[in-house]
């Protein structure tokens, strides 16, 4: 019984990362009827403005320290971050210490930013063009973004831990009547969940509760006819992808302490995210977060230890098995539209 | 000429007089100039072309005649090459059965997977498709490793079997065709150009002709007629009481033996299958050559297989030490100026400079190479014709098009 | 425009013959040559195949840097670095036998297909008499199965997997890093004085060749020692988010943690199993541990605070103090500003012992080459004397146990040396049974 709740949890855990990408992969498709490739990069970009912003923070002035030498036998050069200098080393090492949290307030201009200059500047072109161009163009521009960031960060993953104050784990068996120590959480992982739940409530409460959203509503039902009605439909669709890169980069900013950044990060992701939003049918946002946790919580069971030994590599194939499984029994996925993206 | 418009015709014998003089092509550059850096015509690359070239006609007749756009097909490319080593572990060095074996057994994948992904359609079919060769994939590497050696790929062995060829002396036998061996080759000098002449490249080019007269025919028979109704559209085919399931999957079966050719082919020419070959990523270059090169051609595939199979093995051997060589001429700092200029986007940058590409192309030339080669060829002709008549002809085109 | 099309084509083709026909008499075809490549310029070329792009890219840019510089040494730049230690003199700084050395790079992008690909290009385009490089023994093996067949030399890189010169050995293939059997030979003892001899294990394994052979060395090894293995169970590679896989040890009955990851994999599932809490538990009345049988000086860089107190075992680590190790870091830390990593150190070594040996026995034959390595027993190049044994081609000497240290003074102390186990406790028969199943074989020159 622990074991499968300590699973469900870790399958909400996973499952509130697919929920999040594909959140914003979904609202692309479904307003500008754009397949987009480079949502993995623009998740990765997300986590490297964590990593940026820690490398903002920890930029030091060099001190020579005469007493200690270096790997060559030099005196040593003693760097000491200027927020440290600035605010005295306790607040400073604080300040370091909340580095990813704090990415939050880098990471919404510059999500937006990104977003809009996609849209602007290579998405707008495509609209009219099959989906097999719009893949293939953003598919190169994921890798231009890529290898971009390889450039400057380099290819091997990069430590950014969460502060000290999230570091430990919660009894969570205690609070449920099971004994000390059967299941354990730790805190970010429950922080990163209850920050996706946020997420996901506030993108649908904005879509249901604005004017904005409704026109976008209306918009991804009918493009053409909000348009007859004099609506300028494409502002409204420019800003909709700012909201779903930065909804892609709050999902990577908080994701660095689970999974060390590295600049294929995206790749990885892009593929699973993709089967997500499959599953959950093209075009429904509840489509795409229900398929997040399915997806999620069905990984979990199948590394069960129980499970593996019954079906040997089925967690390697989990995801794939569900997605053919449902994809022959519901034809538009859980929750998807007829007539949407068949041709 | 053998049941061909006379317009294909040509077309088939460029292609026949190109993949025979491939080698000299190739190697435009002198060996040992600073350019021979940008030489292809080595035994190995030129059989990458043509058989990558093979894989990308085959993805061709499903993708461009029917719309249905398969990210799985790379699967099939790894079953063909799985089943042609096992051939020449267990039964001869001799690569007519593994060929047939791995044509074979791609077929039958594909008609199972064909038969279910096909269900579907649009991303939902790309989807199914992806699913079963990602799980291909990731079994490959791990559960299936008796069968596939997982990470290190399966190879020839000392102490395989091979029925038919009895014990070896000593070294690895070595694959032929009726006692052709596939790594003999004839280098030609002349003056300062090398010429490889491969026994390995013509076997896959002989077999690259075929599939593309095939490809040639199928594309210009009722069938061919019958799979492009399909993707213009699909309902009215169905409304008009006809079932498109049949054509669709014969479709995907024929493009799915060609992957298994191609897949069979690169073990003939190097006993190595490795299960990188099926990830999703090796799918997605093959969408990337048919669209880069120009989906619905005939040529177009080919053509995008060589683009990316150049870059991925010339442009990343370029390393900086080249760099400083090419640009030795100038003053020093100019020298650095340029190399720090360059340096980004060749050797461990070739990635940023295929990205860069393909946006360039697909912006550019919605239609690839193809595209390209003809406006080309149109900016020529404007020159010495009216340009009425080149504009009638363009607006023609446009209008075949859509 | 068909006609025109067509008289092109003819004009080409004249073109052709009348230009064939006028370079006749300069043609000739296949010339005498001994094995493949025959240098017979005043130089000769190595092929260094190493990841440009893809996880292991840092690792493949460190190798790439020990490679130039080892040519750059070969050919009498630089301060020679560990040509001055190396117990052979035969390498005078004129290149190999008087001919210079140059190298073309390629990408091999871990993938053993691409590897394979990258390395023929070297041997039939660039004339390549040698490859060596890569990150992974997974393309360590294909690329060595393709040397074998081609009749160049492969110095392998970074391959950790027994099979490399157990079941997969070539005659025409060389390892100098040592192997997962070493690993745990090597680390036992150490896990034994740190841990005691009442453990129970519980195996997290990279589901490939090469985390099974470790998992089998590290199982086989502390099982010997008394250890419980409790569980193996195995993760898909690049599997990313480990915790399903890490939740259940909490509550298995294990006390200890064995990490069969490498790379990505490694950091991710470290950092996340120390997240989760195991080394603040208790477990057995003992404290709870973690063991990463294989790291490096990267990888501990990029799991960050997770690492501190972790043993593992390396080839070889640059704060060893033996001249050599100090000659090697001095020339890498003066030209590029920080220290080697390990997979820097085994390719400079390969490069150099690969020359030294064409310069002993007079003649670049793969052949030739293949008798002066084989048991070649040499020092000076930063493990101490160290045997290429002849039965298998794998180098014996010592290994490093490391542990990530508590307070690193800065980025690259964060492994501290723990213990140098010495030859005799890691060598093993050549037909031990982690081991079988292969045979070299004979040497190929090829053509």
């Known amino acids: 019984m622990d074991a499968i709740l300590i699973q469900i949890l870790n399958g909400l855990d996973k499952g509130s990362a697919y929920a999040l990408i594909a959140l914003g992969l979904t609202l692309i498709f479904g307003t500008l009827g754009v397949v987009n490739f480079a949502h993995g990069a623009l998740f990765m970009i997300g986590a490297f403005c964590a990593v940026t912003l820690q490398k903002i923070l920890t930029i030091s002035v060099t001190t020579i320290d005469p007493e200690r030498t270096d790997f060559l036998g030099n005196p040593l050069k003693v760097q000491t971050p200027y927020v440290e200098n600035w605010f005295g080393p306790e607040i400073g090492a604080t300040i370091v210490d909340w580095a990813v949290p704090l990415a939050i307030l880098l990471a919404i201009p510059v999500m937006i930013l990104v977003g809009f200059a996609m849209e602007r500047g290579l998405i707008k072109h495509f609209y009219k063009r099959p989906h097999a161009d719009q893949i293939l163009v953003t598919f190169g521009l994921a890798i231009v973004l890529q290898e971009i960031i390889k450039y400057f960060y380099g290819a091997n993953p990069i430590p950014t831990p969460a502060p000290s104050t999230f570091r430990g784990s919660l009894d969570i068996g205690v609070w449920l009547g099971f004994d000390p120590f059967t299941i354990i959480y730790p805190y970010w992982r429950l922080v990163y969940f209850f920050f996706a739940g946020t997420i996901i409530a506030a993108v649908f409460a904005f879509l249901q509760f604005t004017t904005f959203g409704m026109v976008v509503r209306a918009g991804m039902a009918d493009r053409e006819t909000v348009g007859l009605l004099g609506i300028d439909i494409d502002r409204r669709f420019t800003l909709m992808f700012g909201l779903a890169a930065a909804v892609a980069g709050l999902a990577g900013v908080m994701y660095t302490p689970i999974l060390s950044p590295n600049y294929h990060m995206g790749m990885d992701f892009l593929v699973l995210s993709f089967v997500v939003v499959v599953v959950g049918g093209m075009g429904s946002l509840p489509g795409a977060v229900l398929a997040g946790f399915l997806l999620g919580i069905l990984q979990s069971f199948a590394s069960m230890n129980e499970v593996k030994s019954l079906l040997p590599g089925i967690d390697q194939i989990i995801i794939y098995l569900v997605a053919i499984v449902i994809l022959l029994t519901r034809p538009r996925g859980l929750m998807g539209r007829r007539g949407v993206m068949e041709d | 000429m053998l049941g061909l418009e006379r317009k294909d015709t040509y077309l088939m014998l460029a292609v026949a007089f190109i993949t ?23 035994p190995d690359l030129m059989q990458r072309f043509v058989i990558f070239g093979i894989f990308a006609i085959g993805f061709n007749i499903l993708f461009g005649l029917t719309g249905y756009l398969s ?3 790379a699967a099939f490319l790894g ?19 593994a060929i047939l074996l791995s044509i074979v057994m791609a077929g039958l994948f594909a008609l199972v997977i064909g038969f279910v992904s096909l269900r579907r359609s649009g991303i939902y079919f790309s989807i199914l498709t992806l699913a079963f060769a990602q ?12 069968v596939t050696n997982g990470e290190t790929g399966l190879q020839i062995s000392l102490n395989d079997p091979r029925i038919l060829d009895g014990p070896s002396n000593g070294g690895l036998p070595v694959t032929s065709l009726f006692g052709a061996e596939m790594r003999d080759s004839t280098t030609l000098f002349v003056g300062p150009w090398s010429w490889d002449f491969s026994v390995g490249y013509y076997v896959c080019a002989a077999l690259m002709l075929l599939a593309f007269y095939l490809s040639v025919r199928i594309f210009r028979s009722p069938f061919g007629m019958m799979l492009r109704a399909v993707k213009s559209n699909q309902q009215r085919m169905n409304y008009t009481g006809l079932n498109t399931r049949p054509y669709t999957l014969a479709a995907f079966v024929i493009s799915g033996m060609y992957a298994g050719l191609a897949g069979g082919l690169l073990a003939a020419m190097d006993p190595l299958a490795g299960a990188d070959r099926m990830q999703w990523t090796a799918s997605g270059e093959v969408v990337l050559m048919t669209i880069l090169g120009g989906a619905g051609t005939l040529i177009g595939p080919v053509l995008g297989a060589g683009f990316i199979k150049y870059f991925e093995n010339i442009f990343s051997k370029i390393n900086d030490g080249i760099l400083h060589q090419w640009f030795a001429f100038m003053p020093d700092g100019l020298e650095n100026v340029m190399v720090t200029l360059i340096h980004p986007f060749i050797g461990k940058g070739w990635h940023l400079t295929l990205g860069i590409m393909f946006m360039l192309v697909v912006i550019f030339l919605p239609g690839g190479l193809v595209e390209g080669a003809q406006r080309t060829g149109r900016l020529f002709r404007r020159r010495d014709r009216n340009a009425g008549h080149v504009e009638s002809d363009a607006a023609r085109q446009r209008a075949a098009a859509e | 425009m068909r006609r025109q099309n067509f008289s092109r084509r003819g004009l080409l083709k004249t073109g052709a ?16 040559s001994a094995f493949t490549n025959e240098p017979t310029g005043s130089s000769v070329t190595l092929g260094f195949n190493v990841p440009l792009t893809g996880a292991y890219a840092d690792e493949g840019a460190d190798e790439l840097r020990a490679l130039e510089l080892a040519v750059e040494h070969l ?30 790079t390629g990408d091999d992008q871990t993938k053993s297909d691409v590897a394979r690909a990258t390395a023929q290009s070297m041997i039939q385009k660039d004339g390549a008499v040698m490859i060596t490089g890569g990150s992974s023994s997974g393309t360590a093996i294909a690329v060595q199965g393709l040397c074998q067949e081609a009749g160049v030399i492969f110095m392998a890189g970074l391959t950790h997997s027994n099979d490399t010169t157990g079941k997969d050995r070539k005659a025409n293939g060389f390892r100098h890093f040592f192997n997962a059997y070493m690993s745990a030979q090597a680390l036992a003892p150490v896990l034994q004085g740190l841990y005691g001899t009442d453990r129970k294990a519980y195996h997290l394994t990279a589901d490939y060749t090469w985390g099974w052979t470790q998992e089998e060395s590290i199982a086989a090894a502390t099982e010997a020692m008394g250890w419980q293995t409790t569980e193996k169970v195995r993760t898909p590679l690049g599997a990313g988010d480990f915790s399903s896989y890490i939740a259940p040890v909490l509550n298995s009955g294990a006390d200890v943690l064995v990490l069969n990851h490498y790379g990505g994999d490694m950091v991710n599932s470290l950092t996340q199993a120390v997240q989760f809490g195991l080394r603040d538990r208790q477990a057995n009345g003992k404290d709870f541990q973690i063991v990463v049988p294989l790291y490096s000086e990267l990888m501990a860089r990029g799991a960050g605070q997770a690492i501190k107190g972790i043993p593992g075992s390396q080839n070889w680590d640059w704060k060893l103090e033996d001249a050599g190790t100090q000659a090697f870091v001095k020339s890498f830390g003066e030209k590029y500003g920080f220290p080697p990593s390990q997979a820097a150190h085994t390719c400079y070594v390969q490069t150099l012992l690969y020359a030294d040996a064409v310069a002993r026995a007079g003649d670049f034959n793969p052949c030739a080459v293949v008798e002066a390595l084989e048991g070649y027993e040499f020092d000076g190049l930063g493990n101490g004397p160290t045997l290429y044994r002849a039965d298998d081609h794998q180098c014996f000497k010592d290994v490093v146990v490391v542990k990530g240290a508590e307070s690193p003074q800065d980025e690259f102390h964060l492994v501290e040396i723990v213990e140098v186990t010495p030859t005799e406790q890691v060598t093993y028969p050549h037909d031990h049974p982690m081991f079988a199943g292969g045979a070299l074989g004979e040497c190929n020159p090829g053509a």
């Open chain 2, 135 to 146: 799980m291909s994939y990731n079994l490959a590497y791990s559960v299936l490793t008796p």
């Open chain 2, 79 to 97: 079953i063909g090459s799985y089943s042609a080593v096992w051939m020449f572990k267990l039964l001869s060095m001799n690569v007519i059965p």
């Open chain 3, 75 to 104: 050919n009498g730049g630089g301060d020679g670095g560990m040509l001055q230690t190396f117990s052979s003199q035969a390498l005078d700084g004129t290149g190999i036998l008087g001919k210079k050395v140059e190298y073309v």
């Open chain 3, 17 to 32: 013959v009348g230009g064939a026909g006028l370079a006749l008499p300069t043609i000739f075809t296949s010339r005498a």
């Open chain 2, 20 to 42: 025979l003089f491939a080698p000299i092509i190739l190697n435009p550059f002198p060996a040992g100039s600073a350019l021979a850096q940008f030489n292809a015509g080595y």
């Open chain 2, 71 to 73: 990210f799985g097909h």
